[in-house]
């Protein structure tokens, strides 16, 4: 079926960095592109930045810039979103998810915990 | 950058119509979309393109647009409606969620 599969729960310490994977299955990968949302704990949604499946090209919140990246591997259809210099509020379960129009899957989420 | 704005709270019995309402000036321009997340979830897309419905979700949701301001409308609302609504906007290179109202029906 159509699904997007995270990786695991994550525990990093402050200044560090964390990789997290989105892989797709049951549509072609390409065709859509993959955006980036996490959710502090008790917050909103806050969109993080969106990368197209099909050339890379990449789009990131403004208050991101510089410690994220976000890249795509088509030869295993999995999508990857990394953040550097982690602080404590960028404790968050990071979901990524892949839409157009009446397309809308999400992942089941990754929680990264940030403490000393 | 923009903005969405919902209300942080809305309240109805069951049975009663439930409306949602999100503004923004970039709602004059673009679509909006409509997602239902419930405790533990990953949010659910509920409405898109302002008032188009996806497959699966129940004819009871609803949307609308008028200007700058978007309305999600759940008419005969049921318990199992009770969640955190979020809208949510493109323009440019930019994409927000409204800050998320939260949907009691009791």
């Known amino acids: 079926q159509v699904q997007l599969v995270q990786s695991g729960a994550e525990v990093k310490k402050p200044g560090a960095s964390v990789k997290v994977s989105c892989k797709a299955s049951g549509y072609t990968f390409t065709s859509y592109g993959i955006s980036w949302v996490r959710q502090a704990p008790g917050q909103g949604l806050e969109w993080m930045g969106w990368i197209s499946a099909y050339n890379g090209n990449t789009n990131y919140a403004q208050k991101l810039q510089g410690r994220v990246t976000m890249t795509t591997d088509t030869s295993t259809s999995t999508a990857y979103m990394e953040l550097r210099s982690l602080r404590s509020d960028d404790t968050a379960v990071y979901y990524c998810?892949?839409?157009?129009?009446?397309?809308?899957?999400w992942g089941q989420g990754t929680m990264v915990t940030v403490s000393s | 950058s923009y903005e969405l704005t919902q209300p942080s709270s809305v309240s109805v019995s069951p049975g009663q119509t439930a409306r949602i309402t999100c503004s923004g000036d970039v709602l004059a321009k673009k679509y909006a979309r409509w997602f239902q997340q419930k405790p533990g979830q990953a949010p659910v897309l509920v409405i898109y393109?302002?008032?188009e419905r996806p497959s699966g979700i129940p004819e009871r949701f609803s949307g609308s647009s008028s200007g700058t301001t978007v309305t999600l409308t759940i008419s005969g609302a049921q318990v199992e409606d009770e969640a955190d609504y979020y809208c949510?906007?493109?323009?440019?290179?930019?994409?927000?969620f409204g800050g998320g109202t939260k949907l009691t029906v009791l």
């Open positions: 393109k302002d008032s």
């Open positions: 998810a892949s839409s157009d129009d009446a397309f809308d899957i």
């Open positions: 949510y906007s493109a323009a440019d290179n930019n994409q927000v």
